[in-house]
């Protein structure tokens, strides 16, 4: 029992460790502008794109239940052991309002794979590039990023 609670912590971290690298690339791919269509950063060469709805997988998971409460608490107290004070501090915050990290959860994820970028790339709608730019960074305080916008 001991075993698998340690295995599924590591995986949670490199889960984690993921997700902040894709959480990157979103920012670097999805302009925060006056168009509502952020995926014009799609590639027109693109081989695979997947649509992801956060929303819907997250109440078909059962996150908002009352009874996940326990096992979200322990997910969050391992995470805490692998992290500085200030990543987690962020984490938490984004993981209990998702709104704070500044990228629209409720509009759909597209997740695509192309000629023009080494790895699968993520693509997300920005509703606070400020946020975003607090987000990313490790101290927390506002950079400028590059954005997807294309000219």
């Known amino acids: 029992m001991i075993i698998q609670l340690l295995n599924n912590i590591s995986m949670a971290k490199k889960t984690i460790s993921r997700l902040s690298v894709l959480a990157v690339l979103i920012v670097f791919l999805a302009a925060c502008s006056k168009t509502s269509e952020y995926t014009n950063v799609i590639p027109a060469d693109a081989s695979v794109v997947a649509s992801i709805n956060l929303k819907s997988l997250a109440s078909k998971a059962g996150l908002d239940d009352k009874e996940n409460e326990a096992a979200k608490q322990k997910v969050l107290e391992a995470l805490k052991s692998g992290m500085n004070a200030a990543t987690f501090q962020q984490l938490e915050k984004v993981m209990k309002n998702p709104g704070e990290s500044g990228?629209?959860?409720?509009?759909?994820?597209?997740?695509?794979?192309?000629?023009?970028?080494?790895?699968?790339?993520?693509?997300?709608?920005?509703?606070?590039?400020?946020?975003?730019?607090?987000?990313?960074?490790?101290?927390?305080?506002r950079t400028d990023l590059p954005t997807g916008r294309r000219s």
């Open 103 to 141: 990228i629209d959860v409720e509009s759909p994820f597209y997740v695509f794979s192309s000629s023009s970028f080494p790895y699968p790339t993520v693509v997300g709608k920005v509703n606070n590039e400020d946020k975003v730019a607090c987000f990313t960074r490790r101290d927390g305080k």
